[in-house]
Nanobody, 124 residues
Framework: HVQLVESGGGSVQAGGSLTLSCAIS????????WAWFRQAPGKEREGVAN???????SYPDSVKGRFTIAKDNAKRTLYLQMHDLKPEDTGNYYC???????????????????WGQGTQVTVS
């Protein structure tokens, strides 16, 4: 059954903003590490933001200062705010989580085992 559901993608002009949301199931809300990934056509999937239970966040240089990850436990929702979007930000964006209660390091992109279906972002 579906555990993570992304929404909020769309088409935007360069310089614009979008906020992605990821609805989290009751089962996965107890994961300790969370992330957003993206995959552009013909390219490998790459991590763009992560957050842990201490609300520590990190970003690759390509999005630092433009993207912000946040989690609202009361709403069971993970967010990705994206500003000053560039054409190279185009791709399918996925939210991801580790297994519930399992110790993890949010910056370890290989640790994520639960994925949403993705939401498309197109920047022109």
């Amino acid at each position: 059954h579906v555990q993570l559901v992304e929404s909020g993608g769309g088409s935007v002009q360069a310089g614009g903003s979008l906020t992605l949301s990821c609805a989290i199931s009751e089962y996965l809300i107890n994961a300790n590490c969370w992330a957003w990934f993206r995959q552009a056509p013909g390219k490998e999937r790459e991590g763009v933001a992560n957050i842990n239970t201490s609300e520590m966040t990190s970003y690759p240089d390509s999005v630092k200062g433009r993207f912000t990850i946040a989690k609202d436990n009361a709403k069971r929702t993970l967010y990705l705010q994206m500003h000053d979007l560039k054409p190279e930000d185009t791709g399918n964006y996925y939210c991801a989580a580790t297994e519930p209660y399992r110790l993890c390091r949010a910056t370890d992109w290989s640790t994520y085992t639960n994925w949403g279906q993705g939401t498309q972002v197109t920047v022109s």
